[in-house]
């Protein structure tokens, strides 16, 4: 009979087993190449999912929810205190203005969290996968909150 081939074991300080830093290094280096072959034009930070059509449903959606919601809101209110239209009409204007207004904000860049900024092109700073970057602190954008 034969006997069984032993394994090595992972504590045997022979093996060099790579380390997580080696291979995201890899993963990097393999992604680049790939993204070359392919002819693709997109800036390193730039979001993936950023395309024309993404970014117009989005706005799409922002201007549809605050209608929405101004509406439903009025017609409860309505219902609740006996005043037919004049809710209705007045939180549709309100939820209009809203609608308007997140609209206005998420094409200018203003809708992103305390503390971050839209990203300049004069700005040689690292941003994160959205195109934002902290005020202060260099973000790597893999959720490690170092900073450097």
């Not at 074991?9 to 072959?37: I, T």
């Not at 809101?73 to 609740?80: F, I, K, M, S, T």
């Not at 934002?132 to 450097?148: H, I, N, P």
Request: hydrophobic share 40%.
């Amino acid at each position: 009979m034969t006997e069984p081939e032993e394994r090595p074991s992972l504590k045997d300080p022979s093996l060099k087993d790579p380390s997580l830093g080696d291979l995201d290094a890899r993963l990097k280096a393999a992604r680049r190449r790939q993204a070359e072959a392919s002819g693709e034009t997109r800036k390193p930070g730039a979001a993936v999912g950023s395309s024309g059509m993404g970014v117009g449903f989005r706005l799409a959606i922002e201007m549809v929810t605050g209608i929405v919601v101004g509406v439903v809101v009025g017609l409860l209110l309505d219902r609740w205190l006996g005043t037919m239209p004049l809710f209705l009409v007045v939180f549709f204007l309100l939820g209009s203005a809203a609608g308007f207004l997140n609209v206005y904000r998420a094409a200018s860049g203003q809708g992103y969290a305390v503390g971050y900024r839209k990203q300049d092109g004069r700005d040689g700073g690292s941003g994160d996968k959205d195109g934002a970057k902290r005020d202060g602190v260099a973000s790597d954008g893999e959720g490690t909150g170092s900073g450097a």
